[in-house]
DNA sequence: CTCGGGATTGAG
DNA sequence: TCAATCCCGAGC
């Protein structure tokens, strides 16, 4: 049994599907983690994603690894790492089995005040208490405390490049970003780079 | 086994 | 502008 007020979440088709579709179609889901019966959640309004062995940018793109081994597994299961040595990201496994591929959420606009910031991949895994342990996990089975909510609403959805990812060459360039172009929760402002 | 860097962040 | 801080991938 959830907390949600629905009792509808993503199922693995929906992540089983082309990386850039998924990316674009998660602007407006909502991103839930239950902690101790709490709901912890946020409007996921900015992603980006990393498809296949080619993408320069993409952990996988040495082949697999351990680190990188989610990305490799089935849909709809997370994809976790430690960044810097201080900050947890978390990605969404899209594609089949096989085929590296996920989506990195990089910012949520809080369900809940108290939730703490969630601008940025680094922010919202502390606000919504997720670390390594989460590595691999499942969102789509119903015993998941990890999962995503379908969008309630129909967004304008704005594409950029990557964030972060100038080592990749050509493939920092592609606009695999997405981001909702309405929101004040984006880890970078619209038309700003780093 | 050592060595070096990273899909970031917050402080100065 | 820069340090934090540690996992993991590359190389010997």
């Not at 940018?57 to 849909?75: E, V």
């Not at 994809?79 to 990089?106: F, K």
């Given at each position: 049994?959830?907390?949600?007020?629905f009792?509808?979440?993503?199922?693995?088709s929906?992540?089983?599907?082309s990386?850039?579709?998924?990316?674009?179609?998660?602007?407006g889901?909502?991103?839930?983690?239950e902690?101790?019966?709490?709901?912890?959640?946020?409007?996921?309004v900015?992603?980006?994603a990393y498809?296949?062995f080619?993408?320069?940018?993409s952990?996988a793109?040495?082949?697999?690894?351990?680190r990188?081994?989610?990305?490799f597994?089935?849909?709809?299961?997370?994809?976790?790492y430690l960044i810097?040595?201080?900050?947890?990201?978390?990605n969404?496994?899209?594609?089949?089995?096989?085929?590296p591929?996920?989506?990195?959420?990089?910012?949520?606009?809080?369900?809940?005040?108290?939730?703490?910031?969630c601008h940025?991949?680094?922010r919202?895994t502390?606000?919504?208490g997720?670390?390594?342990?989460?590595d691999?996990l499942e969102?789509?089975?119903?015993?998941s405390?990890l999962?995503?909510?379908?969008?309630?609403?129909?967004?304008r959805v704005a594409?950029?490049p990557?964030?972060?990812?100038?080592?990749?060459?050509?493939?920092?360039e592609?606009?695999?970003?997405?981001?909702d172009p309405?929101s004040?929760?984006?880890?970078?402002?619209l038309?700003?780079?780093?």
């Amino acid at each position: 049994m959830r907390c949600g007020t629905f009792d509808l979440v993503l199922d693995r088709s929906f992540f089983a599907r082309s990386t850039l579709r998924v990316a674009r179609e998660l602007i407006g889901c909502v991103l839930v983690h239950e902690v101790r019966g709490r709901r912890r959640a946020g409007r996921i309004v900015e992603t980006e994603a990393y498809d296949g062995f080619r993408d320069a940018a993409s952990h996988a793109h040495r082949g697999p690894t351990s680190r990188n081994a989610p990305m490799f597994g089935p849909p709809g299961r997370a994809y976790v790492y430690l960044i810097y040595g201080v900050h947890h990201c978390l990605n969404l496994v899209t594609r089949e089995p096989g085929y590296p591929a996920a989506v990195l959420i990089r910012a949520l606009e809080p369900a809940d005040e108290r939730l703490g910031p969630c601008h940025g991949p680094g922010r919202l895994t502390r606000a919504l208490g997720i670390d390594l342990r989460h590595d691999g996990l499942e969102l789509c089975t119903p015993s998941s405390r990890l999962y995503v909510e379908p969008a309630a609403m129909r967004c304008r959805v704005a594409r950029t490049p990557r964030i972060g990812v100038d080592y990749a060459g050509a493939w920092a360039e592609k606009a695999w970003r997405f981001v909702d172009p309405a929101s004040r929760h984006l880890s970078v402002k619209l038309g700003r780079r780093r």
